[in-house]
Protein backbone atom coordinates (compact mmCIF):
# COMPACT_ATOMS: atom_id res chain seq x y z
CA UNK A 1 0.00 0.00 0.00
CA UNK A 2 1.35 3.40 -0.89
CA UNK A 3 -0.91 5.67 0.71
CA UNK A 4 1.53 8.17 2.64
CA UNK A 5 0.70 8.34 6.20
CA UNK A 6 3.34 11.36 6.95
CA UNK A 7 2.48 13.04 9.87
CA UNK A 8 -0.91 11.29 10.48
CA UNK A 9 -1.02 9.80 14.14
CA UNK A 10 -3.23 7.68 15.65
CA UNK A 11 -4.47 7.38 19.06
CA UNK A 12 -6.39 4.40 20.66
CA UNK A 13 -8.23 5.10 24.14
CA UNK A 14 -7.58 1.85 26.25
CA UNK A 15 -5.04 -0.80 26.14
CA UNK A 16 -7.29 -4.07 25.62
CA UNK A 17 -7.82 -6.39 23.36
CA UNK A 18 -9.99 -4.03 20.65
CA UNK A 19 -6.80 -1.82 20.69
CA UNK A 20 -4.05 -4.10 20.95
CA UNK A 21 -5.77 -5.68 17.49
CA UNK A 22 -6.62 -2.35 15.41
CA UNK A 23 -2.81 -1.63 15.83
CA UNK A 24 -2.25 -4.97 14.83
CA UNK A 25 -4.63 -3.97 11.45
CA UNK A 26 -2.75 -1.00 11.29
CA UNK A 27 0.39 -2.09 10.70
CA UNK A 28 -0.06 -5.59 9.27
CA UNK A 29 -2.90 -3.96 6.40
CA UNK A 30 -2.03 -0.55 6.16
CA UNK A 31 1.66 -0.55 6.29
CA UNK A 32 0.78 2.16 8.81
CA UNK A 33 4.11 3.58 10.65
CA UNK A 34 4.14 2.09 14.07
CA UNK A 35 5.74 5.24 15.65
CA UNK A 36 2.77 6.86 14.55
CA UNK A 37 0.35 4.36 16.31
CA UNK A 38 -0.30 5.44 20.20
CA UNK A 39 -2.11 3.55 22.91
CA UNK A 40 -3.01 5.06 26.02
CA UNK A 41 -3.97 2.63 29.23
CA UNK A 42 -5.02 4.14 32.43
CA UNK A 43 -3.56 0.68 34.07
CA UNK A 44 0.25 -0.14 34.73
CA UNK A 45 -0.33 -3.20 32.09
CA UNK A 46 -1.64 -3.85 29.08
CA UNK A 47 -4.69 -6.47 28.17
CA UNK A 48 -8.11 -5.14 29.28
CA UNK A 49 -10.33 -7.47 30.38
CA UNK A 50 -7.75 -10.72 29.02
CA UNK A 51 -5.60 -10.55 32.80
CA UNK A 52 -3.82 -12.95 34.24
CA UNK A 53 -1.53 -12.17 37.01
CA UNK A 54 0.24 -13.30 40.03
CA UNK A 55 2.75 -15.63 41.48
CA UNK A 56 2.86 -18.89 43.51
CA UNK A 57 3.30 -16.50 47.06
CA UNK A 58 0.69 -14.59 46.69
CA UNK A 59 -1.95 -16.07 44.84
CA UNK A 60 -2.61 -15.97 40.71
CA UNK A 61 -5.80 -14.03 39.04
CA UNK A 62 -7.63 -14.15 36.23
CA UNK A 63 -11.05 -12.19 36.31
CA UNK A 64 -12.40 -14.19 33.45
CA UNK A 65 -11.44 -17.26 31.18
CA UNK A 66 -12.50 -15.92 27.42
CA UNK A 67 -13.71 -19.10 25.34
CA UNK A 68 -12.80 -19.08 21.79
CA UNK A 69 -14.75 -20.70 19.25
CA UNK A 70 -13.34 -21.86 15.34
CA UNK A 71 -15.99 -21.78 13.47
CA UNK A 72 -17.28 -18.40 14.81
CA UNK A 73 -14.58 -15.80 15.74
CA UNK A 74 -13.28 -15.37 11.80
CA UNK A 75 -11.24 -12.65 12.86
CA UNK A 76 -9.70 -13.79 15.57
CA UNK A 77 -7.94 -16.41 13.53
CA UNK A 78 -7.14 -14.33 10.84
CA UNK A 79 -5.49 -11.81 13.08
CA UNK A 80 -3.87 -14.63 15.10
CA UNK A 81 -2.60 -15.96 12.15
CA UNK A 82 -0.26 -13.20 11.70
CA UNK A 83 1.15 -13.13 15.07
CA UNK A 84 4.16 -14.95 15.67
CA UNK A 85 4.02 -17.33 18.70
CA UNK A 86 6.37 -16.97 21.59
CA UNK A 87 7.26 -20.42 22.20
CA UNK A 88 7.22 -21.92 18.60
CA UNK A 89 9.47 -20.21 16.21
CA UNK A 90 8.35 -20.19 12.60
CA UNK A 91 4.76 -20.99 14.04
CA UNK A 92 1.85 -18.08 14.51
CA UNK A 93 0.05 -17.75 17.57
CA UNK A 94 -3.24 -19.36 15.59
CA UNK A 95 -0.83 -22.65 15.03
CA UNK A 96 -0.22 -22.96 18.63
CA UNK A 97 -3.56 -22.84 19.95
CA UNK A 98 -4.78 -25.26 16.87
CA UNK A 99 -2.15 -27.44 17.84
CA UNK A 100 -2.49 -26.89 22.01
CA UNK A 101 -6.41 -27.34 21.43
CA UNK A 102 -5.86 -30.73 19.19
CA UNK A 103 -3.69 -32.24 21.87
CA UNK A 104 -5.93 -31.02 24.92
CA UNK A 105 -9.27 -30.89 23.56
CA UNK A 106 -12.65 -29.99 25.82
CA UNK A 107 -14.72 -32.56 26.47
CA UNK A 108 -17.15 -32.47 29.33
CA UNK A 109 -18.39 -35.72 31.22
CA UNK A 110 -20.11 -33.94 34.01
CA UNK A 111 -21.48 -30.44 33.04
CA UNK A 112 -24.51 -30.33 35.80
CA UNK A 113 -24.17 -30.98 39.11
CA UNK A 114 -26.87 -31.40 41.50
CA UNK A 115 -27.22 -31.00 45.07
CA UNK A 116 -26.44 -34.22 46.11
CA UNK A 117 -23.48 -34.56 44.44
CA UNK A 118 -24.45 -36.58 41.54
CA UNK A 119 -23.74 -35.91 37.89
CA UNK A 120 -26.65 -34.78 35.79
CA UNK A 121 -27.73 -36.72 32.98
CA UNK A 122 -27.71 -33.78 30.25
CA UNK A 123 -28.36 -35.88 27.18
CA UNK A 124 -31.99 -34.11 27.21
CA UNK A 125 -32.64 -30.91 26.91
CA UNK A 126 -35.58 -30.89 28.86
CA UNK A 127 -37.62 -28.32 26.58
CA UNK A 128 -41.60 -28.99 26.30
CA UNK A 129 -43.82 -27.92 23.51
CA UNK A 130 -43.72 -24.32 24.89
CA UNK A 131 -40.13 -23.75 24.93
CA UNK A 132 -39.72 -24.96 22.05
CA UNK A 133 -42.53 -22.72 20.30
CA UNK A 134 -40.80 -19.44 21.97
CA UNK A 135 -37.30 -20.16 20.69
CA UNK A 136 -38.42 -20.46 17.63
CA UNK A 137 -40.93 -17.78 17.69
CA UNK A 138 -37.54 -15.96 19.36
CA UNK A 139 -35.23 -16.70 16.32
CA UNK A 140 -37.98 -15.33 13.52
CA UNK A 141 -38.56 -12.35 15.15
CA UNK A 142 -36.87 -9.05 14.10
CA UNK A 143 -35.05 -6.85 16.50
CA UNK A 144 -36.31 -4.29 15.97
CA UNK A 145 -40.19 -6.20 17.43
CA UNK A 146 -38.00 -7.27 20.45
CA UNK A 147 -37.09 -4.16 21.52
CA UNK A 148 -35.76 -3.98 25.29
CA UNK A 149 -37.74 -7.35 26.11
CA UNK A 150 -36.33 -9.47 28.71
CA UNK A 151 -35.35 -12.92 28.43
CA UNK A 152 -38.04 -13.95 30.94
CA UNK A 153 -40.40 -12.02 29.28
CA UNK A 154 -40.27 -13.82 25.94
CA UNK A 155 -40.11 -17.74 28.17
CA UNK A 156 -42.18 -19.32 31.04
CA UNK A 157 -40.83 -20.41 33.76
CA UNK A 158 -40.08 -23.84 33.12
CA UNK A 159 -37.33 -22.89 30.82
CA UNK A 160 -35.51 -22.04 33.32
CA UNK A 161 -35.45 -25.19 34.88
CA UNK A 162 -34.00 -26.94 31.48
CA UNK A 163 -31.11 -28.72 31.49
CA UNK A 164 -30.52 -26.15 27.94
CA UNK A 165 -30.60 -23.02 30.70
CA UNK A 166 -28.20 -24.23 33.33
CA UNK A 167 -25.85 -25.46 30.33
CA UNK A 168 -26.16 -21.87 27.85
CA UNK A 169 -27.31 -19.22 31.06
CA UNK A 170 -23.84 -20.41 32.75
CA UNK A 171 -21.83 -21.24 29.82
CA UNK A 172 -22.15 -17.76 28.25
CA UNK A 173 -23.39 -16.09 31.72
CA UNK A 174 -26.95 -15.03 30.90
CA UNK A 175 -29.33 -14.15 33.69
CA UNK A 176 -33.20 -13.90 32.56
CA UNK A 177 -33.33 -10.49 32.87
CA UNK A 178 -30.90 -10.00 30.06
CA UNK A 179 -31.83 -8.88 26.48
CA UNK A 180 -33.70 -11.18 24.79
CA UNK A 181 -32.01 -9.65 21.58
CA UNK A 182 -28.54 -10.64 22.81
CA UNK A 183 -29.58 -14.25 23.47
CA UNK A 184 -31.61 -14.75 19.77
CA UNK A 185 -28.19 -13.67 18.32
CA UNK A 186 -26.24 -16.00 20.54
CA UNK A 187 -28.90 -18.89 19.91
CA UNK A 188 -28.04 -17.64 15.93
CA UNK A 189 -24.32 -17.02 16.00
CA UNK A 190 -23.80 -20.42 17.64
CA UNK A 191 -26.40 -22.86 16.58
CA UNK A 192 -24.00 -24.95 15.51
CA UNK A 193 -22.66 -25.27 19.39
CA UNK A 194 -26.39 -26.81 20.11
CA UNK A 195 -25.76 -30.16 19.80
CA UNK A 196 -22.91 -30.29 21.80
CA UNK A 197 -23.44 -27.66 24.20
CA UNK A 198 -23.96 -30.49 26.85
CA UNK A 199 -19.78 -31.18 26.45
CA UNK A 200 -18.51 -27.68 25.47
CA UNK A 201 -16.33 -29.49 22.59
CA UNK A 202 -16.53 -26.32 20.24
CA UNK A 203 -14.65 -25.09 22.78
CA UNK A 204 -10.96 -23.28 21.73
CA UNK A 205 -8.49 -23.17 24.45
CA UNK A 206 -5.65 -21.18 24.82
CA UNK A 207 -2.02 -22.97 26.13
CA UNK A 208 -2.09 -20.47 28.96
CA UNK A 209 -4.44 -17.98 30.20
CA UNK A 210 -5.48 -15.19 27.90
CA UNK A 211 -2.92 -12.59 28.50
CA UNK A 212 -0.04 -14.86 28.28
CA UNK A 213 -1.48 -16.51 25.29
CA UNK A 214 -2.47 -13.74 23.56
CA UNK A 215 -2.16 -9.88 24.91
CA UNK A 216 1.73 -10.69 25.87
CA UNK A 217 2.27 -12.03 21.78
CA UNK A 218 0.14 -9.01 20.31
CA UNK A 219 2.05 -6.75 22.58
CA UNK A 220 5.65 -7.99 21.07
CA UNK A 221 4.42 -8.04 17.67
CA UNK A 222 3.42 -4.19 18.33
CA UNK A 223 6.17 -3.58 20.02
CA UNK A 224 8.50 -4.65 17.77
CA UNK A 225 6.72 -2.67 14.97
CA UNK A 226 7.36 0.55 17.06
CA UNK A 227 4.05 1.06 18.62
CA UNK A 228 3.87 3.72 20.97
CA UNK A 229 2.69 2.66 24.60
CA UNK A 230 1.60 5.49 27.58
CA UNK A 231 0.69 3.67 30.27
CA UNK A 232 -1.06 5.40 33.87
CA UNK A 233 -2.18 7.85 31.26
CA UNK A 234 -6.16 8.22 32.00
CA UNK A 235 -8.16 10.01 28.65
CA UNK A 236 -10.74 11.73 30.65
CA UNK A 237 -12.64 13.67 28.10
CA UNK A 238 -12.78 15.06 24.38
CA UNK A 239 -13.27 18.61 22.58
CA UNK A 240 -14.73 18.89 18.99
CA UNK A 241 -15.33 20.81 16.31
CA UNK A 242 -18.48 22.82 16.47
CA UNK A 243 -20.74 22.19 13.74
CA UNK A 244 -22.23 19.61 11.82
CA UNK A 245 -20.53 16.12 11.83
CA UNK A 246 -18.42 14.64 14.69
CA UNK A 247 -14.70 15.55 14.14
CA UNK A 248 -12.71 15.17 17.71
CA UNK A 249 -10.19 18.56 18.19
CA UNK A 250 -8.47 18.33 21.65
CA UNK A 251 -7.91 14.93 24.19
CA UNK A 252 -8.09 15.71 28.09
CA UNK A 253 -5.99 13.62 30.04
CA UNK A 254 -3.62 12.83 33.66
CA UNK A 255 -0.52 11.59 32.62
CA UNK A 256 0.73 10.06 35.98
CA UNK A 257 -0.98 11.72 37.85
CA UNK A 258 -0.44 15.62 35.84
CA UNK A 259 -3.17 17.02 33.59
CA UNK A 260 -3.05 17.49 30.34
CA UNK A 261 -4.14 18.09 26.97
CA UNK A 262 -3.31 17.01 23.47
CA UNK A 263 -4.55 18.65 20.20
CA UNK A 264 -5.44 16.24 17.67
CA UNK A 265 -4.64 17.67 14.39
CA UNK A 266 -6.34 16.87 10.94
CA UNK A 267 -6.00 13.60 9.79
CA UNK A 268 -5.27 12.32 13.15
CA UNK A 269 -7.63 9.53 14.01
CA UNK A 270 -9.24 8.31 17.80
CA UNK A 271 -10.16 5.38 18.68
CA UNK A 272 -11.88 4.53 21.87
CA UNK A 273 -12.61 1.62 24.21
CA UNK A 274 -16.49 3.20 25.45
CA UNK A 275 -17.13 1.27 28.52
CA UNK A 276 -15.57 -1.00 30.50
CA UNK A 277 -16.98 -5.15 31.38
CA UNK A 278 -14.07 -5.49 34.30
CA UNK A 279 -14.16 -1.57 35.10
CA UNK A 280 -14.25 -1.22 38.59
CA UNK A 281 -13.20 -4.68 39.54
CA UNK A 282 -12.23 -5.19 43.43
CA UNK A 283 -10.28 -8.04 44.81
CA UNK A 284 -10.44 -10.14 48.08
CA UNK A 285 -8.54 -12.12 50.09
CA UNK A 286 -8.97 -15.60 51.67
CA UNK A 287 -10.11 -13.78 54.86
CA UNK A 288 -11.62 -10.36 53.14
CA UNK A 289 -14.96 -10.08 50.65
CA UNK A 290 -14.14 -7.90 47.84
CA UNK A 291 -15.82 -4.28 47.50
CA UNK A 292 -18.08 -3.12 45.20
CA UNK A 293 -17.28 -0.28 43.43
CA UNK A 294 -18.75 2.88 40.97
CA UNK A 295 -18.51 4.43 37.64
CA UNK A 296 -14.42 4.33 36.86
CA UNK A 297 -12.80 6.68 34.25
CA UNK A 298 -13.89 4.75 30.99
CA UNK A 299 -17.34 5.03 31.57
CA UNK A 300 -17.28 8.78 33.12
CA UNK A 301 -15.63 9.57 29.60
CA UNK A 302 -18.05 7.68 27.52
CA UNK A 303 -21.31 10.19 29.82
CA UNK A 304 -18.95 12.95 29.14
CA UNK A 305 -18.57 12.71 25.04
CA UNK A 306 -22.35 11.44 25.13
CA UNK A 307 -23.44 14.84 27.05
CA UNK A 308 -22.09 17.11 24.61
CA UNK A 309 -21.96 14.94 21.33
CA UNK A 310 -25.66 13.31 19.79
CA UNK A 311 -25.01 9.75 18.21
CA UNK A 312 -22.72 8.59 20.47
CA UNK A 313 -24.78 6.17 22.35
CA UNK A 314 -26.69 5.96 26.03
CA UNK A 315 -24.00 4.51 28.23
CA UNK A 316 -26.79 5.17 31.54
CA UNK A 317 -28.26 2.17 29.86
CA UNK A 318 -25.33 -0.05 30.59
CA UNK A 319 -23.70 1.58 33.29
CA UNK A 320 -26.62 2.64 35.89
CA UNK A 321 -27.98 -1.09 36.50
CA UNK A 322 -24.88 -2.72 38.51
CA UNK A 323 -27.64 -5.06 40.13
CA UNK A 324 -28.55 -6.40 37.12
CA UNK A 325 -24.68 -6.52 35.26
CA UNK A 326 -22.60 -7.43 38.47
CA UNK A 327 -21.26 -10.97 39.56
CA UNK A 328 -18.00 -12.49 41.19
CA UNK A 329 -15.27 -14.64 40.28
CA UNK A 330 -12.90 -15.97 42.16
CA UNK A 331 -9.25 -17.95 41.26
CA UNK A 332 -7.53 -21.19 43.64
CA UNK A 333 -3.97 -21.41 44.08
CA UNK A 334 -3.57 -24.47 44.88
CA UNK A 335 -0.07 -25.44 46.46
CA UNK A 336 -0.42 -29.49 45.72
CA UNK A 337 -2.82 -31.88 43.05
CA UNK A 338 -5.04 -32.99 46.14
CA UNK A 339 -8.03 -30.95 44.24
CA UNK A 340 -7.44 -31.45 41.24
CA UNK A 341 -6.73 -35.17 41.66
CA UNK A 342 -10.39 -35.22 43.87
CA UNK A 343 -12.04 -33.51 41.06
CA UNK A 344 -10.85 -35.64 38.14
CA UNK A 345 -11.99 -39.29 39.82
CA UNK A 346 -15.25 -37.09 40.35
CA UNK A 347 -15.85 -35.48 36.84
CA UNK A 348 -14.49 -38.35 35.39
CA UNK A 349 -12.86 -35.27 32.98
CA UNK A 350 -9.26 -35.48 31.89
CA UNK A 351 -6.84 -33.45 33.86
CA UNK A 352 -7.14 -30.02 32.79
CA UNK A 353 -9.45 -30.46 30.44
CA UNK A 354 -11.13 -26.95 30.44
CA UNK A 355 -14.81 -28.67 31.07
CA UNK A 356 -16.92 -26.32 32.97
CA UNK A 357 -18.70 -27.72 35.69
CA UNK A 358 -21.68 -25.95 37.26
CA UNK A 359 -23.29 -26.51 40.50
CA UNK A 360 -27.19 -26.57 39.01
CA UNK A 361 -29.10 -26.32 42.68
CA UNK A 362 -26.21 -23.93 44.00
CA UNK A 363 -27.52 -20.60 45.18
CA UNK A 364 -25.41 -18.80 43.84
CA UNK A 365 -25.41 -21.04 40.31
CA UNK A 366 -21.39 -21.50 40.99
CA UNK A 367 -19.42 -23.07 37.93
CA UNK A 368 -15.67 -23.87 38.01
CA UNK A 369 -13.14 -24.49 35.13
CA UNK A 370 -9.68 -26.47 35.79
CA UNK A 371 -7.72 -25.07 32.87
CA UNK A 372 -4.44 -27.60 31.62
CA UNK A 373 -1.74 -26.90 33.74
CA UNK A 374 0.37 -24.84 33.93
CA UNK A 375 -2.02 -21.86 33.19
CA UNK A 376 0.83 -18.85 33.93
CA UNK A 377 3.77 -18.65 32.23
CA UNK A 378 5.60 -18.50 35.94
CA UNK A 379 3.90 -20.82 37.56
CA UNK A 380 5.61 -23.87 39.34
CA UNK A 381 4.93 -27.21 38.47
CA UNK A 382 3.86 -28.62 42.18
CA UNK A 383 0.91 -25.44 41.75
CA UNK A 384 -2.25 -25.75 39.94
CA UNK A 385 -4.75 -23.28 39.60
CA UNK A 386 -8.55 -23.12 38.80
CA UNK A 387 -10.92 -20.14 38.15
CA UNK A 388 -14.90 -20.11 38.86
CA UNK A 389 -17.81 -17.59 39.08
CA UNK A 390 -21.21 -17.39 41.06
CA UNK A 391 -24.22 -15.76 38.84
CA UNK A 392 -25.87 -14.67 42.37
CA UNK A 393 -23.70 -13.00 44.33
CA UNK A 394 -26.18 -11.48 46.62
CA UNK A 395 -27.64 -15.16 47.50
CA UNK A 396 -27.13 -16.63 50.65
CA UNK A 397 -24.90 -19.57 50.62
CA UNK A 398 -26.05 -23.18 50.93
CA UNK A 399 -23.76 -24.32 53.44
CA UNK A 400 -21.92 -20.97 54.19
CA UNK A 401 -25.08 -18.63 55.77
CA UNK A 402 -23.32 -15.63 54.00
CA UNK A 403 -23.78 -13.60 50.95
CA UNK A 404 -21.08 -14.52 48.56
CA UNK A 405 -20.61 -10.87 47.62
CA UNK A 406 -19.56 -11.09 51.73
CA UNK A 407 -17.97 -13.84 51.64
CA UNK A 408 -14.01 -13.75 51.81
CA UNK A 409 -12.01 -17.07 49.86
CA UNK A 410 -11.91 -18.96 52.50
CA UNK A 411 -15.85 -18.99 52.85
CA UNK A 412 -16.42 -19.46 49.00
CA UNK A 413 -14.27 -22.11 48.69
CA UNK A 414 -15.88 -23.89 51.75
CA UNK A 415 -18.79 -23.43 49.97
CA UNK A 416 -17.68 -25.32 46.81
CA UNK A 417 -16.13 -27.85 48.51
CA UNK A 418 -19.49 -28.44 50.67
CA UNK A 419 -21.47 -28.83 46.98
CA UNK A 420 -18.91 -31.19 45.91
CA UNK A 421 -19.30 -33.30 49.03
CA UNK A 422 -15.39 -33.07 49.64
CA UNK A 423 -16.09 -32.70 53.29
CA UNK A 424 -12.96 -34.99 54.49
CA UNK A 425 -10.28 -32.92 53.09
CA UNK A 426 -11.64 -30.17 53.37
CA UNK A 427 -9.31 -28.75 55.79
CA UNK A 428 -6.65 -30.57 54.09
CA UNK A 429 -7.74 -28.48 50.89
CA UNK A 430 -8.07 -25.24 52.68
CA UNK A 431 -4.40 -25.26 54.41
CA UNK A 432 -2.49 -25.08 51.09
CA UNK A 433 -5.32 -23.11 48.88
CA UNK A 434 -5.32 -19.44 48.07
CA UNK A 435 -8.82 -17.92 46.87
CA UNK A 436 -9.45 -14.59 45.60
CA UNK A 437 -12.47 -13.32 44.83
CA UNK A 438 -13.61 -10.65 42.38
CA UNK A 439 -16.35 -8.65 42.75
CA UNK A 440 -17.08 -7.26 38.69
CA UNK A 441 -20.26 -4.88 38.57
CA UNK A 442 -20.76 -4.24 34.80
CA UNK A 443 -19.44 -7.75 33.67
CA UNK A 444 -22.46 -8.63 32.04
CA UNK A 445 -23.91 -4.85 31.75
CA UNK A 446 -23.10 -5.30 27.50
CA UNK A 447 -26.49 -8.02 27.87
CA UNK A 448 -28.63 -5.54 29.41
CA UNK A 449 -31.88 -4.82 27.44
CA UNK A 450 -31.45 -1.96 25.11
CA UNK A 451 -32.66 0.01 21.91
CA UNK A 452 -30.68 0.22 18.68
CA UNK A 453 -29.10 3.28 19.62
CA UNK A 454 -27.83 2.75 22.86
CA UNK A 455 -24.68 1.73 21.61
CA UNK A 456 -22.71 4.16 18.83
CA UNK A 457 -22.02 2.67 15.62
CA UNK A 458 -17.92 1.70 15.67
CA UNK A 459 -17.63 4.41 13.32
CA UNK A 460 -20.60 7.02 13.95
CA UNK A 461 -22.74 8.71 11.49
CA UNK A 462 -20.81 11.98 10.41
CA UNK A 463 -17.88 11.30 12.33
CA UNK A 464 -14.20 11.94 10.36
CA UNK A 465 -11.64 11.05 13.16
CA UNK A 466 -13.75 8.93 15.57
CA UNK A 467 -14.28 5.26 16.37
CA UNK A 468 -15.62 3.00 18.56
CA UNK A 469 -13.94 -0.72 19.08
CA UNK A 470 -15.76 -1.62 22.48
CA UNK A 471 -17.97 -4.18 23.74
CA UNK A 472 -20.54 -1.69 23.71
CA UNK A 473 -20.59 -0.69 20.25
CA UNK A 474 -23.35 -1.82 17.65
CA UNK A 475 -21.98 -4.83 15.66
CA UNK A 476 -25.36 -6.23 13.62
CA UNK A 477 -25.71 -9.98 13.97
CA UNK A 478 -22.56 -10.69 15.87
CA UNK A 479 -22.61 -11.33 19.66
CA UNK A 480 -20.85 -9.26 22.10
CA UNK A 481 -18.64 -10.61 25.56
CA UNK A 482 -16.29 -12.20 23.11
CA UNK A 483 -13.08 -11.77 21.81
CA UNK A 484 -14.59 -11.85 18.54
CA UNK A 485 -16.30 -8.70 18.76
CA UNK A 486 -13.45 -6.72 19.70
CA UNK A 487 -11.30 -7.78 17.22
CA UNK A 488 -13.82 -7.38 14.36
CA UNK A 489 -14.88 -3.87 15.87
CA UNK A 490 -11.27 -2.80 15.64
CA UNK A 491 -10.83 -4.19 12.06
CA UNK A 492 -14.46 -2.21 10.87
CA UNK A 493 -13.05 1.13 12.71
CA UNK A 494 -9.01 0.94 11.30
CA UNK A 495 -10.29 0.27 7.82
CA UNK A 496 -13.44 2.22 7.66
CA UNK A 497 -11.59 5.73 8.89
CA UNK A 498 -8.73 4.68 6.57
CA UNK A 499 -10.66 4.09 3.60
CA UNK A 500 -9.15 0.48 3.55
CA UNK A 501 -10.56 -1.50 0.49
CA UNK A 502 -9.83 -4.83 2.12
CA UNK A 503 -12.62 -7.63 3.15
CA UNK A 504 -13.74 -8.56 6.60
CA UNK A 505 -14.32 -11.78 7.56
CA UNK A 506 -17.93 -12.04 7.49
CA UNK A 507 -20.38 -13.39 10.03
CA UNK A 508 -21.04 -17.24 9.69
CA UNK A 509 -25.24 -16.99 9.12
CA UNK A 510 -25.15 -20.96 10.58
CA UNK A 511 -29.48 -20.34 10.43
CA UNK A 512 -29.03 -20.65 6.57
CA UNK A 513 -27.21 -23.90 6.72
CA UNK A 514 -29.91 -26.96 6.51
CA UNK A 515 -27.44 -29.60 8.12
CA UNK A 516 -27.27 -27.11 11.38
CA UNK A 517 -30.59 -26.45 11.66
CA UNK A 518 -31.63 -30.21 11.42
CA UNK A 519 -28.94 -31.28 14.04
CA UNK A 520 -30.82 -28.26 16.71
CA UNK A 521 -33.95 -29.41 15.44
CA UNK A 522 -33.23 -33.14 16.83
CA UNK A 523 -31.17 -31.47 19.85
CA UNK A 524 -34.31 -30.00 21.06
CA UNK A 525 -36.12 -32.92 21.35
CA UNK A 526 -33.73 -35.04 23.49
Known amino acids: MSTD ?37 EMHVLGGSNDGAGDERQGYVIRGGRMLNDEAYENTWDLLSSIPSLDHPGQSVRDEIVAFDTAHPTHSNARLVNKHGQVEDVTSMGFDTADRLAMAKLVMTPEEKLGKARI ?41 EFP ?12 YNQYDSIIVPLYRYLEDHGVDFSLKCTVTDLDFKEGDGITVTR ?47 SWELWE ?38 LMEAFSRNKAG ?43 VGDYVPKRMSDCSGEEILTELLHHLHFEKDLDA ?65 VYGLLDVQKPIAPIHQYQYDVRILLQGLVTSFR
Open 5 to 41: YSGKQVYFVGGGLASLAGAAFLVRDCDFPGEQIHVLE
Open 152 to 192: HDWFGPHFFETNFWYMWATTFAFQPWHSAVELKRYMLRFMH
Open 196 to 207: RIQTLEGVTRTP
Open 251 to 297: MHMIQDGTPATLDIAEGDLVLITNGSMTESSSLGSMTTPPQLLGKGS
Open 304 to 341: RIAAKQPGVGQPATFADHIDESKWESFTVTCQDSRFFD
Open 353 to 395: SGALVTFKDSSWLMSIVLAHQPHFRNQPEHVKVFWGYGLFPDK
Open 429 to 493: ILSTANCIPCMMPYITAQFLPRLIDDRPKVIPDGSTNLAFISQFCEIPDDVVFTEEYSIRAARMA
